[in-house]
T-cell receptor, first 112, second 109 residues
Framework: KAGVTQTPRYLIKTRGQQVTLSCSPISGHRSVSWYQQTPGQGLQFLFEYFSETQRNKGNFPGRFSGRQFSNSRSEMNVSTLELGDSALYLC???????????FGPGTRLTVT | DAKTTQPTSMDCAEGRAANLPCNHSTISGNEYVYWYRQIHSQGPQYIIHGLKNNETNEMASLIITEDRKSSTLILPHATLRDTAVYYCIVRVGWNQFYFGTGTSLTVIP
C-alpha cells in the first residue's frame, strides 16, 4: 500500500504571497490532519478533516485554511505569507478516529 | 496546549532497555496516550497507544500507571536506529493530537 504523499517537497515563496500544499492519504483513509513543525514551537496541530468536513482546528490564524476532496485528498492554503510561516508542514492520515496516524514526508516551506 | 511533559533528552546504551517517561497528570478518563517517534527530517512514526491497560507490540511496550497520570515507553533492546525524538501525546476529541516537545533519545554504541 502506498504511503502518504505530499507535494511539493520543497517550496520557496516571498512574503505576502500565498501557497497551496497537497496531501494524498493512504488509500481508504478518510481522516487527514495537518501539522506545522518549527524548531521553536515543535509540532503544532493545524486542522483535521474527515469525509470533507473540518472536525478539529488548532490555534492558528485564519490565513491558514484547508479542504478535503471526495477522494480524501487534502489541500492546505496559507495566504499572505509571513517569514514566521517558514516550517515543515506535515500531513497525516488515518482510517478511523483513534487509529494510528501515518505521516507523509512533509513539505519544507521557506518564506523569504 | 501540550498535555504531556517529558524529559528533554536521554541516553541509552545499545542493547539495553530504553525507558522513556511521560507525565500526563491532567488526562481525562477517555483520553488515550499515544507514542510516536521522529527521526531527523522524516515524518513521525507511530509506535504504540493505550488507554489504561499495559500494551505491547513488536516495537515497544507501554506501561500506564493505575491513576493514568503517567506512562513509560519501553524499547526492550535499543539499537542505534532507535535514536530519535520520542513524543508522548494525548489525543483530544476526534483526532486532535498535541505533540509537545518530546524526548531526544540517543543510543550509544
Amino acid at each position: 500500500k502506498a504511503g502518504v504523499t505530499q507535494t511539493p517537497r520543497y517550496l520557496i515563496k516571498t512574503r505576502g504571497q500565498q501557497v497551496t500544499l497537497s496531501c494524498s492519504p493512504i488509500s481508504g483513509h478518510r481522516s487527514v490532519s495537518w501539522y506545522q513543525q518549527t524548531p521553536g514551537q515543535g509540532l503544532q496541530f493545524l486542522f483535521e478533516y474527515f469525509s470533507e468536513t473540518q472536525r478539529n482546528k488548532g490555534n492558528f490564524p485564519g490565513r491558514f485554511s484547508g479542504r478535503q476532496f471526495s477522494n480524501s485528498r487534502s489541500e492546505m492554503n496559507v495566504s499572505t505569507l509571513e517569514l514566521g510561516d517558514s516550517a515543515l508542514y506535515l500531513c497525516a492520515s488515518s482510517a478511523l478516529t483513534g487509529d494510528e496516524q501515518y505521516f507523509g514526508p512533509g513539505t519544507r516551506l521557506t518564506v523569504t | 496546549d501540550a498535555k504531556t511533559t517529558q524529559p528533554t533528552s536521554m541516553d541509552c546504551a545499545e542493547g539495553r532497555a530504553a525507558n522513556l517517561p511521560c507525565n500526563h497528570s491532567t488526562i481525562s478518563g477517555n483520553e488515550y496516550v499515544y507514542w510516536y517517534r521522529q527521526i531527523h527530517s522524516q515524518g513521525p512514526q507511530y509506535i504504540i497507544h493505550g488507554l489504561k491497560n499495559n500494551e505491547t507490540n513488536e516495537m515497544a511496550s507501554l506501561i500506564i500507571t493505575e491513576d493514568r497520570k503517567s506512562s513509560t515507553l519501553i524499547l526492550p533492546h535499543a539499537t542505534l536506529r532507535d535514536t530519535a525524538v520520542y513524543y508522548c501525546i494525548v489525543r483530544v476529541g476526534w483526532n486532535q493530537f498535541y505533540f509537545g516537545t518530546g524526548t531526544s533519545l540517543t543510543v550509544i554504541p
